[in-house]
Nanobody
């Protein structure tokens, strides 16, 4: 599975951006997907995830209520809508896919994910 993230850019605080992650390769399985981010000098951290069937979504406390993850399996994409952006949301955002299996208690763990995209920069200015 190959993942390609797109949609990053620069926006002012309070603005919105949408990211998309396109999957290619073996996409017959509906894999759990997630977004992580990494700011300069910081560890890569969990942002949000969605189960393989799209029923369950999970959010980090810092983004809950502002970000929304969704998936379109017909297009093999996972999307991240980011509203009310803050300067502290500035980071490189990575999409990731996990092999099928237990997910509800492991979605925030980087090691749970088997495939990673290349990252897209999001910059929020104050």
């Amino acid at each position: 599975v190959q993942l390609q993230a797109s949609g990053g850019g620069q926006v002012q605080a309070g603005g919105s951006l949408s990211l998309s992650c396109a999957a290619s390769g073996r996409t017959d399985r509906r894999l759990p997907m997630g977004w992580f981010r990494q700011a300069p000098g910081k560890e890569r951290e969990f942002v949000t995830a969605i189960s393989g069937n799209g029923v369950n979504t999970y959010y980090a406390a810092a983004v809950k209520g502002r970000f929304a993850i969704s998936r379109d399996d017909a297009k093999n994409t996972v999307n991240l809508r980011m509203n009310s952006l803050k300067p502290e949301d500035t980071a490189v955002y990575f999409c990731a896919a996990a092999k099928p299996g237990y997910f509800s208690g492991t979605y925030a763990q980087r090691e749970r994910y088997d495939y990673w995209g290349q990252g897209t920069q999001v910059t929020v200015s104050s």
